[in-house]
């Protein structure tokens, strides 16, 4: 029904920078929110950042002033632009949407991307 593709993961140096992109497709009627989480071995899946349709944005305090996420509610498409990477932001970063599909109905689905592994080391 719904897909989110991720892209942009990658290795780069401490100090570095990168953009993870999410595009959600299928029967979609509207996205509420949609956000970053990011996963590391033995550890629970944890938010990064989230962004509602009206554009209100949270993030975990680790990445304040170093991350910022962004949408387009036209396209349904999500970025996490990363800045001033450090080693333990290492992870697999995963999209998230919180999903409408009908307009007569209210219900919201979430909806998770596969996943793409973000290596931050010299």
């Known amino acids: 029904q719904v897909q989110l593709v991720e892209s942009g993961g990658g290795l780069v140096q401490p100090g570095g920078s990168l953009r993870l992109s999410c595009a959600a497709s299928g029967s979609i009627f509207s996205i509420n929110t949609m956000g970053w989480y990011r996963q590391t071995p033995g550890k629970q899946r944890e938010l990064v950042a989230a962004i509602t349709s009206g554009d209100s944005t949270n993030y975990v305090d680790s990445v304040k002033g170093r991350f910022s996420i962004s949408r387009d509610n036209v396209k349904n498409t999500a970025s996490l632009q990363m800045n001033s990477l450090k080693p333990e932001n290492t992870a697999v970063y995963y999209c998230?949407?919180?999903?409408?599909?009908?307009?007569?109905?209210?219900?919201?689905?979430?909806?998770w991307g596969q996943g793409t592994q973000v290596t931050v080391s010299s």
């Open positions: 998230h949407a919180r999903v409408r599909l009908r307009p007569w109905a209210a219900k919201e689905y979430n909806y």
